[in-house]
């Protein structure tokens, strides 16, 4: 499947001198149209420091407002076919590695360097809803902003990790049948719309990446299974961190052959590899690619890898391997268990600290391994068993085949866990919380709608024409048209956006209002 380019994403230019005087009232500081184009720019990467002491929270979601997205609707949408990012664009690199993964029926696929969730995104979207995608980023901040994305965009199979590749190698050896390297590189190819790359660049920050790039390798080599392949890519013109870090890694790795990159699409762009870029080793560079400025990249190289051995069968469509039934039983024996425990007699009231720092660990244990979520609405309202009975009533009037997936659950929170094996790896999300029980009613989490609002059985069906869904996306009630009272999945042209709960006519609004329009 070819991935089409996410587009919603442009920079029209500086502000206008009203679109200034708006965002200096919202900043802590005084700004120049300069200074808030290049934030902008930034943003779009997601490259922003969320704590820069001129740009307040508002006018950060002012200035996405102004340059990202022109018609705040079509960044809210995702298919199968088209991907688009609220704060960040899909470079071509990604959306042309991607393509060289084919991720097929049940693969198990690793994107290793995934921040801000762009690539993982678009790799959700080739599965399709099925196999497994692990979603990894070492630097925490980073991770939380991946999780929140992939949320966002719907993504129901997907295990988010905040962790070394070293550590997701060794406790998942041979495992995963893709694995997406976007290396963290020297940034060569960024200098023309990053000054801050110019500016720190040097040999010894190319010397590091490269080494960092080596190390990263040979991690997704371990975790890689026989048969697999492993994409490799970067957006630097570094010859040590391309051609020559791919020739050293076959060097080390006789087990691994070089593939042609364009072997799994059908169409072709930039130029093949230099041999004179290689360090002096074996490489055919006629399988590697390069997209030069002037063919519309930013330095982007990639390389394809497939390990010697012989593909692990992969399950029907929809199934799961002995194996995985063996991780989802284990979910599930967790949340009878969980069940059936009772509070102490005699016990004081747990407060709203203790109770998240419980809330953490059980959340933790849910997504077989760690997990830093806290739930202050309804955390220690209901015991498991309420929380699992309410989600169960929920389900069968408007999610009726979710009501028999394998359900964990602790106070208020329910989780419908991803096929992901118990492990010591920091978990940051290995699934779907469909929501939690709040003042004695079961209200259902945004990623809920996002991810099964096709198989809501209420739906509010609005078109990207009507002014309801710009009404929805600002978070103002919305007459109701089509769906019933009670909650509902709110959908454009078939997609959904998110919830809202109908009463009287009208759709109340329960979009977050971080991704609400201003």
Not at 41 to 65: N, Y
Not at 99 to 108: D, F, H, P, S, V
Request: glycine share 10%.
């Amino acid at each position: 499947m070819k991935i089409t380019k996410a587009a919603s994403v442009e920079l029209s230019g500086a502000p206008s001198a009203e679109q200034l005087e708006k965002i200096n009232r919202l900043t802590k500081k005084a700004v120049t149209a300069e200074e808030v184009y290049v934030f902008s720019v930034r943003l779009c990467d997601d490259q922003v420091d969320r704590d820069d002491e001129r740009f307040s929270e508002s006018c950060i979601r002012e200035l996405a407002a102004l340059f990202i997205g022109k018609t705040g609707v079509m960044d809210h949408v995702w298919s199968a076919e088209k991907q688009v990012a609220r704060i960040f664009d899909t470079e071509v690199l990604a959306e042309q590695a991607i393509g060289y993964i084919k991720t097929l029926g049940e693969c198990r696929v690793l994107d290793l360097c995934a921040a801000p969730g762009g690539k993982s995104s678009q790799l959700a979207a080739a599965l399709r809803g099925q196999g497994l995608l692990v979603s990894n980023e070492y630097v925490a901040a980073r991770a939380e902003i991946l999780k929140s994305n992939l949320e966002r965009m719907g993504v129901p199979n997907a295990a988010v990790l905040n962790e070394t590749p070293a550590r997701i190698a060794a406790a998942l050896p041979e495992f995963f049948d893709r694995v997406l390297v976007d290396a963290p590189c020297s940034g060569e190819g960024m200098f023309r719309k990053e000054p801050a790359a110019l500016a720190q660049h040097c040999e010894a920050l190319v010397k590091q990446c490269a080494e960092l790039g080596a190390d990263i390798l040979d991690s997704a080599a371990a975790a890689l299974a026989p048969g697999g392949e492993l994409v490799y890519s970067t957006c630097t013109f570094a010859p040590e961190e391309d051609e020559g870090q791919v020739a050293a890694f076959l060097q080390r790795h006789p087990e691994f052959a070089l593939a042609d990159v364009l072997g799994h699409v059908d169409y072709t762009f930039g130029s093949e590899g230099e041999a004179n870029r290689t360090g002096g080793l074996p490489l055919d560079v006629s399988k590697v690619r390069r997209i030069w400025p002037c063919q519309g990249g930013e330095g982007h190289f990639m390389a394809r890898l497939v390990k010697a051995g012989t593909p692990r069968a992969l399950p029907a469509p929809g199934g799961y391997t002995p194996e995985e039934q063996l991780w989802l039983a284990a979910a599930a024996e967790a949340g009878r268990k969980a069940k059936g425990g009772k509070p102490q007699k005699g016990s004081r009231p747990a407060d709203a600290r203790s109770a998240r720092r419980e809330n953490s660990r059980a959340c933790r244990e849910a997504a077989q391994g760690r997990s830093a979520r806290s739930r202050d609405g309804g955390a220690g309202e209901a015991t498991p068993a309420q929380s699992l009975a309410a989600w169960r009533e929920f389900a069968e009037e408007y999610f009726p085949e979710l009501a028999g997936r394998p359900a964990v659950v602790h106070g208020g929170g329910v989780l419908l866990p991803a096929a992901f094996p118990q492990t010591n790896l920091h978990v940051l999300r290995a699934g779907v919380f469909v929501g939690s029980v709040q003042k004695g009613r079961f209200v259902p989490e945004h990623h809920l709608f996002t991810a099964f609002g096709a198989l809501c059985k209420n739906r509010e069906e609005l078109t990207l024409a009507d002014p309801r869904t710009v009404e929805y996306l600002s978070g103002r009630e919305a007459e109701a048209r089509t769906a019933a009272d009670g909650w509902c999945c709110v959908t454009v042209d078939g997609w959904p956006l998110g919830g809202g709960k109908v009463s009287g006519g009208r759709v109340k609004n329960h979009y977050p209002k971080a991704l609400r329009l201003l």
